[in-house]
């Protein structure tokens, strides 16, 4: 059985990364960023494993059996990529809204199996975190609210499913605050076999 590890920060490890994805026993891996920092390094993950195109036919010409441990080990890795801003590091993003915003639309307009991710709220970590910035644990919420809509938004516009942080507070998300309509005509991304 092929295994995709569905939320994993592989960019945090690049070197260690780029040399154990061959052998680790997932086929795909949703590698999920965390800030404009690491990006280009996800992006890098992604061009060093890129998804398979789907394939038309069910037959396979490989002499390992199917479904078996080597089988998995051998198959293609593959890295689909998560841009976004996760909520643990929205207060600490040192870009410009207009500059990371600009450059998050690229990355996901260029990539078409990215989705935009890790994004979410954290009132948990705004209350650990504020004290240390001198600020009022709401002034940094509020940080994360204005970077998630933008990106919820902007996945909308885009056409891109958001990743999202899993929180208990996602199942009230929307009685948090109202959600636009215009968020909810985001597509499921193509399914692959």
């Given at each position: 059985?092929?295994?995709?590890?569905?939320?994993?920060?592989?960019?945090?490890?690049?070197?260690?990364?780029?040399?154990?994805?061959?052998?680790?026993?997932?086929?795909?891996?949703?590698?999920?960023?965390?800030?404009?920092?690491?990006?280009?390094?996800?992006?890098?993950?992604?061009?060093?494993f890129p998804p398979s195109a789907p394939s038309s036919s069910s037959g396979s010409s490989s002499a390992v059996p199917p479904g078996s441990a080597?089988?998995?080990?051998?198959?293609?890795?593959?890295?689909?990529?998560?841009?976004?801003?996760?909520?643990?590091?929205?207060?600490?993003?040192?870009?410009?809204?207009?500059?990371?915003?600009?450059?998050?639309?690229?990355?996901?307009?260029?990539?078409?199996?990215?989705?935009?991710?890790?994004?979410?709220?954290?009132?948990?970590?705004?209350?650990?975190?504020?004290?240390?910035?001198?600020?009022?644990?709401?002034?940094?919420?509020?940080?994360?609210?204005?970077?998630?809509?933008?990106?919820?938004?902007?996945?909308?516009?885009?056409?891109?499913?958001?990743?999202?942080?899993?929180?208990?507070?996602?199942?009230?998300?929307?009685?948090?605050?109202?959600?636009?309509?215009?968020?909810?005509?985001?597509?499921?991304?193509?399914?692959?076999?």
């Amino acid at each position: 059985m092929a295994l995709f590890d569905s939320h994993c920060h592989l960019q945090f490890r690049m070197a260690e990364s780029l040399r154990m994805i061959p052998s680790m026993r997932p086929q795909c891996f949703g590698v999920a960023s965390t800030q404009p920092a690491d990006w280009d390094k996800v992006q890098t993950l992604y061009n060093a494993f890129p998804p398979s195109a789907p394939s038309s036919s069910s037959g396979s010409s490989s002499a390992v059996p199917p479904g078996s441990a080597d089988a998995t080990r051998t198959k293609k890795k593959e890295v689909y990529p998560a841009f976004g801003i996760h909520p643990w590091w929205a207060h600490k993003v040192l870009e410009p809204y207009d500059e990371w915003l600009a450059r998050l639309t690229d990355l996901l307009s260029s990539t078409p199996e990215a989705v935009c991710g890790e994004i979410g709220l954290d009132k948990i970590t705004a209350k650990r975190e504020a004290p240390g910035q001198g600020q009022e644990w709401t002034a940094l919420y509020d940080v994360q609210r204005t970077m998630f809509v933008a990106q919820l938004r902007l996945a909308a516009k885009l056409g891109k499913v958001p990743h999202f942080q899993p929180l208990p507070y996602h199942p009230r998300l929307p009685t948090c605050w109202p959600i636009p309509r215009d968020l909810t005509s985001a597509r499921r991304p193509p399914l692959r076999s």
